[in-house]
């Protein structure tokens, strides 16, 4: 079944910097990319998402990349904010089933 | 329209009592999954329900069973509790493939 890697596990930067975590997914099946982010207490939110017929996506200061060919995809979040720090998922789909990576925890210090 | 619902938002349990999950999904949804969440294990998958039949399986011990009814509400139950059951529980209602997520049922087993 499909696999989801995710790295790094925490990642802290300074307000403006910019934050790249990266997941790998193991079947080349897949062809839905979701990113959710979850604020502490609270619950998963999406907050952008790619499907395999694209190679980039941008949404504001987001943007996910994706590549099929070495099976995986990045987040990146530029001028980053303190209300960016949470723990962001990357997920991988196939036919139906959303499997997820194990989360980054992402801290932005002011 | 209204989110997605879970009920209780908090339980505790004793080890070997039985407990049961409620999930009301966003109004014309027809899929509903359920994750556990600990921390460090990121979003684990158990079970898809559509128009309730069990669609997907994840890998947890036949003492978490699931059910989908005809109003597509569905409810989890997991039995002969263990301290390692301890968790956030979530559930989350898809109309394509954006999942879409309730707030939790957070299990303290004892």
């Known amino acids: 079944g499909e696999n989801v890697e995710q790295h790094p596990s925490t990642l802290s930067v300074q307000e403006g910097d910019s934050a790249v975590i990266k997941c790998t997914y193991s079947?080349?099946?897949?062809?839905?990319f979701p990113w959710y982010k979850q604020e502490l207490g609270k619950r998963p939110q999406l907050i952008i998402d790619?499907?395999?017929?694209?190679g980039e996506k941008k949404d504001q200061r987001i943007a996910v990349t994706l590549n099929k060919t070495a099976k995986h995809f990045s987040l990146h979040i530029t001028e980053t904010q303190p209300e960016d720090s949470a723990v962001y998922f990357c997920?991988?789909?196939?036919?139906?089933?959303?499997?997820f990576g194990t989360g980054t925890r992402l801290l932005v210090s002011p | 329209k209204a989110g997605v619902t879970q009920t209780p938002r908090y339980l505790i349990k004793t080890r070997g009592q039985q407990v049961t999950l409620s999930c009301s999904p966003i109004?014309?949804?027809?899929?509903v999954s359920w994750y556990q969440q600990t921390p460090g294990q990121g979003l684990q998958f158990l079970f898809e329900?559509?128009?309730?039949?069990?669609?997907n399986k994840g890998n947890f011990p036949g003492r978490f069973s699931g059910r989908q009814f005809s109003n597509s509400r569905s409810e989890m139950n997991v039995s002969t509790l263990e301290l390692g059951d301890s968790a956030l529980y979530l559930c989350?209602?898809?109309?394509?493939?954006?999942?879409?997520f309730g707030q939790g049922t957070r299990l303290t087993v004892v």
């Open positions: 109004s014309g949804h027809r899929s």
């Open positions: 989350a209602s898809s109309l394509d493939r954006e999942a879409f």
């Open positions: 329900y559509f128009s309730e039949t069990q669609r």
């Open positions: 997920a991988a789909a196939g036919f139906q089933k959303l499997v």
């Open positions: 079947d080349s099946a897949s062809n839905y």
């Open positions: 790619i499907r395999s017929n694209v």
